[in-house]
């Protein structure tokens, strides 16, 4: 099958590797929740080779990162996992959780089925990492997000960028505590937590 592309993969994939690089220098086993089409999977798991790097997504994307996975061959990348946020989830265990442009894409019972999922796959010590556009103090941090909010919306209702100090609340009930707020290219934000 031919590959699916997002040239924003490939646009934020470096800001992103030098966070993970920092951030994850510890980590050993990393769950991608919502890995698309698989560029930042094989990007960072051929960056990061001590971290073997799991996908996941749910079933319709998985034929398209298979095929970034199988092309690439790079030893710390298992087959990719189905994950719905509001199913079963998979039964695993990781001490870091990844997720890029997703929280915007869902809709917020989504994304509280996400948070609510994380405790059961979490070991002690875990760090989770989300990448992607945030609202501060419920002000957008920029002219072009509020922009891109718009547009979002217009596209479907149950799409929008999303507040920091609502995800942060459900970090928190998740048993989340948060340790930075890194300043992305293109007014993106790294949202990183770690448990408590």
Same mark, same amino acid.
């Given at each position: 099958?031919?590959k699916p592309?997002?040239?924003?993969?490939e646009?934020? &994939?470096?800001p992103i590797?030098?966070?993970?690089t920092?951030?994850?220098?510890?980590r050993r %086993?990393v #769950?991608e929740? !919502?890995a !698309?089409?698989?560029?930042h999977?094989? %990007?960072?798991?051929?960056?990061l080779p %001590?971290?073997t790097?799991?996908?996941s997504? &749910?079933a319709?994307?998985?034929? !398209?990162?298979?095929a970034w996975l199988d092309e690439a061959?790079?030893?710390?990348t298992?087959?990719?996992?189905?994950l719905?946020v509001?199913?079963?989830?998979?039964? #695993?265990q990781?001490?870091?959780?990844?997720?890029?442009n997703?929280?915007h894409?869902?809709g917020w019972p989504?994304?509280e089925q996400?948070?609510? !999922?994380?405790?059961?796959? #979490?070991?002690?010590?875990a760090?989770?990492l989300i990448y992607?556009p945030f &609202?501060i103090?419920?002000?957008h941090?920029? /002219?072009?997000?509020? #922009?891109?909010d718009?547009h979002l919306r217009?596209?479907a209702?149950?799409m929008?960028?999303r /507040?920091?100090?609502?995800v942060n609340?459900?970090? %928190?009930?998740?048993g989340l505590?948060?340790?930075? /707020?890194?300043?992305?290219?293109?007014n993106?934000r790294?949202?990183?937590?770690e448990?408590?």
């Amino acid at each position: 099958m031919q590959k699916p592309f997002s040239q924003a993969c490939e646009r934020n &994939r470096e800001p992103i590797c030098q966070v993970l690089t920092t951030h994850f220098s510890d980590r050993r %086993h990393v #769950l991608e929740i !919502g890995a !698309g089409t698989g560029q930042h999977a094989i %990007h960072f798991a051929a960056a990061l080779p %001590h971290l073997t790097w799991q996908c996941s997504d &749910r079933a319709q994307n998985l034929p !398209g990162i298979r095929a970034w996975l199988d092309e690439a061959a790079l030893p710390n990348t298992p087959a990719p996992l189905m994950l719905d946020v509001c199913d079963t989830w998979p039964q #695993l265990q990781v001490d870091a959780v990844y997720s890029a442009n997703t929280l915007h894409i869902m809709g917020w019972p989504e994304v509280e089925q996400l948070f609510a !999922g994380l405790p059961a796959i #979490l070991a002690p010590g875990a760090r989770v990492l989300i990448y992607g556009p945030f &609202r501060i103090g419920g002000q957008h941090t920029s /002219d072009s997000n509020a #922009l891109f909010d718009a547009h979002l919306r217009a596209e479907a209702p149950h799409m929008g960028i999303r /507040d920091f100090e609502a995800v942060n609340a459900l970090a %928190h009930a998740a048993g989340l505590r948060h340790l930075a /707020d890194i300043p992305m290219p293109a007014n993106n934000r790294c949202q990183l937590w770690e448990t408590i």
